[in-house]
């Protein structure tokens, strides 16, 4: 969908080469005008996501559109290779490293070209997050095992994250329109890979929600392509193109919008 727009570039990153050039087959089948190259990043290596980041700056004149949705969804306790909780470390944290190794260059197209968009993923399940904590930052380097719940909940934590970090980012970059996406929930290889129980929580929590599996990225599209002037800096959209109202306090706490950032 993104490529009917016939974008010059597209690089797709990630660890898994034939993945992505079946995406890059489906790209060149749409725009044939497009380059789209696959980049290898590890979100569970941050030295493999400083490495990527370094690759496109040092090829690049210009970065229009940073698409931060990699992504694990209700893993079992674990950590990445630099000792971060597995799903705050892949979700959030890699994330957050390659948007810093990039601002420049985001920045500077934003300061040639008018505009750059930078377009973080967080979900509805952020209401999930950890209670009387919201981010529970004392232990992020464990697996944190201990909730009921607790797959979700770290879910949960890495999706606030995002949520409060994308706000954030409009905040002290405010030339870089930033835009939160909720896909919405769909049976991407995110939710076809759950166990049973884990499934039934995804479908329940969402019935009237469910989306199509060709309609997961809809949101995200919508949000690379929305007029700037129609556009909420800052804000959590819901499919496709509605400002979320499912916010907890959490979202709008400014000293853990401040710990995060630090």
């Not at 990630?14 to 590890?42: E, F, M, P, Y």
């Not at 990527?52 to 306790?77: F, K, T, Y």
Request: proline fraction near 6%; aromatic fraction near 8%.
């Amino acid at each position: 969908m993104l490529a009917r727009r016939n974008p010059a570039k597209i690089y797709i990153t990630g660890r898994n080469k034939s993945a992505a050039q079946r995406a890059i087959a489906n790209i060149k089948s749409i725009s044939t005008h497009t380059d789209a190259v696959w980049l290898r990043c590890d979100h569970a290596n941050l030295a493999s996501v400083k490495e990527a980041a370094e690759v496109i700056s040092a090829r690049e004149s210009r970065l229009d559109v940073l698409m931060a949705n990699a992504g694990v969804m209700a893993q079992p306790p674990g950590l990445t290779k630099d000792g971060y909780e597995l799903q705050f470390g892949i979700n959030h944290v890699a994330h957050a490293l390659l948007i810093r190794k990039l601002l420049g260059l985001l920045r500077k197209t934003a300061e040639e070209h008018g505009e750059a968009r930078i377009i973080p993923v967080s979900s509805l399940a952020l209401v999930l997050a950890p209670p009387g904590h919201g981010i529970v930052f004392d232990d992020l380097k464990t697996t944190q095992p201990y909730w009921v719940l607790g797959k979700w909940q770290r879910y949960a934590q890495s999706k606030l994250a995002n949520l409060i970090y994308g706000r954030e980012l409009f905040r002290r970059y405010p030339e870089i329109l930033t835009l939160v996406a909720d896909p919405g929930p769909s049976n991407t290889g995110l939710v076809s890979s759950l166990g049973f129980f884990d499934k039934m929580i995804v479908y329940l929590g969402n019935i009237n929600r469910f989306l199509g599996i060709d309609q997961g990225h809809w949101n995200q599209v919508w949000l690379v392509g929305v007029p700037k002037d129609q556009a909420k800096p800052g804000e959590l959209y819901e499919p496709v193109g509605k400002p979320s109202q499912g916010y907890t306090h959490w979202c709008l706490d400014p000293q853990l919008a401040e710990r995060l950032w630090e």
